[in-house]
């Protein structure tokens, strides 16, 4: 396509991608979520890492991140046009086209694993592989469009972070991380399926299998509580575990009470109560849910702050 | 209709270059700072350093954390 044909007006200049459309095929707010959980993984861990490696493992884990979404939005574009959500993402918008995103994605998935093995260590690069290879295979293109159950054990790619953060400072795996991936890995489906409430005619439309679109939106309902109620005892695990404290614990109590309150309330309702107030408790729980998930893992690092000056763990 | 010397899609195609330089830019300084904490931590045989526990956590074996 020439520069003359776009002066001339033949083309749509709305075509054409901006720096911020390759920018949006990472999906920046999925990638803060990375990157506050594998920082948090990586500082309560018991080796002290130099601070510029940290920051340079922070940044390639966030790049990792970037990539699977890159490639989720590829291999997602035929449904993320049906969507009201994600109908302005780059690629169903006709910003980027699919061979592009699908470029980025494998070339900044090889760079970033590569960078995090010279950075930090080779565990921690192939523990990156492996979540950006489950997100993308096993999440995106096979469980995502096959069973109800997609985002349970889809659940699993965002709740590797903090346990690559901590392969990165240690070389390994413990059991503190693998609390922090179960915290994760379990609060991920009352989080989704309480957006899936009140986003119900999106997944339907795109044929998504959620699990309000094939078991109904009551058994959803009872499907948050039950996922909460697991939840809370692995929170109260990892505040009690040797990365936690007592501030860690208190922190832990309170937002599980609350978020059990909350998935009772939910239960409670109806789709007409729900419908008649547009949805309120279903999205001050989704809401609720974000400030949970960051409250647990501030108080980890809040913990590990203390620590040093002679306050904070156990 | 008028030929502009200057057409939004120009402007368009300059972020993208600019955008990409930056980044490109900060690729190279980043990886210039990695050879440089990584040549700096060695020994004189070129071996990497030992890993160090931090503090807290080498109580743990004392019976605290």
Same mark, same amino acid.
């Given at each position: 396509?020439?520069?003359?044909?776009?002066?001339?007006?033949?083309?749509?200049?709305?075509?054409?991608?901006?720096?911020?459309?390759?920018?949006?095929?990472?999906?920046?707010?999925?990638?803060?979520?990375?990157?506050?959980?594998?920082?948090?993984?990586?500082?309560?861990?018991?080796?002290?890492?130099?601070?510029?490696?940290?920051?340079?493992?922070?940044?390639?884990?966030?790049?990792?991140?970037?990539?699977?979404?890159?490639?989720?939005?590829?291999?997602?574009?035929?449904?993320?046009?049906?969507?009201?959500?994600?109908?302005?993402?780059?690629?169903?918008?006709?910003?980027?086209?699919?061979?592009?995103?699908?470029?980025?994605?494998?070339?900044?998935?090889?760079?970033?694993?590569?960078?995090?093995?010279?950075?930090?260590?080779?565990?921690?690069?192939?523990?990156?592989?492996?979540?950006?290879?489950?997100?993308?295979?096993?999440?995106?293109?096979?469980?995502?469009?096959?069973?109800?159950?997609?985002?349970?054990?889809?659940?699993?790619?965002?709740?590797?972070?903090?346990?690559?953060?901590?392969?990165?400072?240690?070389?390994?795996?413990?059991?503190?991380?693998?609390?922090?991936?179960?915290?994760?890995?379990?609060?991920?489906?009352?989080?989704?399926?309480?957006?899936?409430?009140?986003?119900?005619?999106?997944?339907?439309?795109?044929?998504?299998?959620?699990?309000?679109?094939?078991?109904?939106?009551?058994?959803?309902?009872?499907?948050?509580?039950?996922?909460?109620?697991?939840?809370?005892?692995?929170?109260?695990?990892?505040?009690?575990?040797?990365?936690?404290?007592?501030?860690?614990?208190?922190?832990?109590?309170?937002?599980?009470?609350?978020?059990?309150?909350?998935?009772?309330?939910?239960?409670?309702?109806?789709?007409?109560?729900?419908?008649?107030?547009?949805?309120?408790?279903?999205?001050?729980?989704?809401?609720?849910?974000?400030?949970?998930?960051?409250?647990?893992?501030?108080?980890?690092?809040?913990?590990?702050?203390?620590?040093?000056?002679?306050?904070?763990?156990? | 209709?008028?030929?502009?010397?200057?057409?939004? #899609?120009?402007?368009?195609?300059?972020? =993208?270059?600019?955008?990409? @330089?930056?980044?490109?830019? /900060?690729?190279? $300084?980043?990886?210039?700072? #990695?050879?440089?904490?990584?040549?700096? =931590?060695?020994?004189?045989? @070129?071996?990497?350093?030992? /890993?160090?526990? $931090?503090?807290?956590?080498?109580?743990?074996?004392?019976?605290?954390?």
């Amino acid at each position: 396509m020439s520069d003359i044909t776009a002066i001339d007006g033949g083309i749509d200049t709305a075509q054409e991608a901006g720096f911020g459309d390759y920018v949006a095929l990472l999906k920046p707010r999925v990638m803060s979520l990375v990157v506050f959980t594998a920082l948090v993984g990586l500082l309560v861990a018991p080796v002290a890492v130099h601070p510029y490696l940290g920051f340079t493992a922070i940044l390639f884990i966030a790049l990792g991140g970037g990539a699977s979404g890159a490639l989720n939005m590829w291999y997602d574009a035929d449904i993320d046009r049906v969507m009201r959500r994600t109908a302005n993402r780059p690629i169903p918008a006709g910003r980027v086209s699919e061979g592009e995103a699908l470029g980025l994605g494998l070339g900044l998935s090889g760079l970033s694993c590569l960078m995090l093995g010279l950075a930090t260590n080779w565990f921690a690069a192939a523990f990156l592989a492996f979540t950006i290879f489950f997100y993308v295979v096993v999440y995106t293109i096979w469980l995502k469009r096959t069973t109800p159950q997609n985002i349970v054990i889809g659940g699993a790619a965002g709740a590797f972070p903090p346990m690559i953060g901590w392969a990165c400072a240690t070389g390994g795996i413990a059991l503190e991380p693998v609390l922090m991936f179960a915290l994760i890995f379990l609060w991920t489906p009352p989080h989704f399926w309480a957006l899936a409430l009140f986003m119900k005619d999106d997944y339907s439309r795109a044929g998504v299998p959620m699990l309000t679109v094939t078991h109904g939106r009551a058994a959803t309902r009872r499907h948050i509580l039950v996922y909460t109620l697991i939840l809370a005892p692995f929170a109260l695990a990892l505040a009690l575990s040797p990365v936690g404290g007592p501030l860690t614990l208190a922190v832990a109590v309170a937002l599980n009470l609350a978020f059990i309150a909350g998935a009772v309330r939910i239960l409670r309702r109806d789709e007409a109560v729900s419908a008649a107030d547009g949805y309120r408790a279903e999205k001050r729980f989704f809401r609720f849910s974000l400030l949970y998930l960051f409250g647990h893992f501030a108080a980890l690092l809040a913990e590990a702050a203390l620590r040093p000056l002679g306050f904070g763990g156990w | 209709m008028a030929i502009r010397v200057e057409h939004e #899609l120009h402007g368009r195609r300059r972020g =993208r270059n600019h955008g990409l @330089g930056l980044v490109l830019g /900060a690729f190279v $300084v980043l990886v210039f700072g #990695l050879t440089v904490v990584k040549v700096s =931590r060695q020994d004189e045989q @070129g071996n990497p350093p030992v /890993a160090a526990a $931090v503090p807290a956590v080498a109580d743990q074996t004392g019976g605290g954390y």
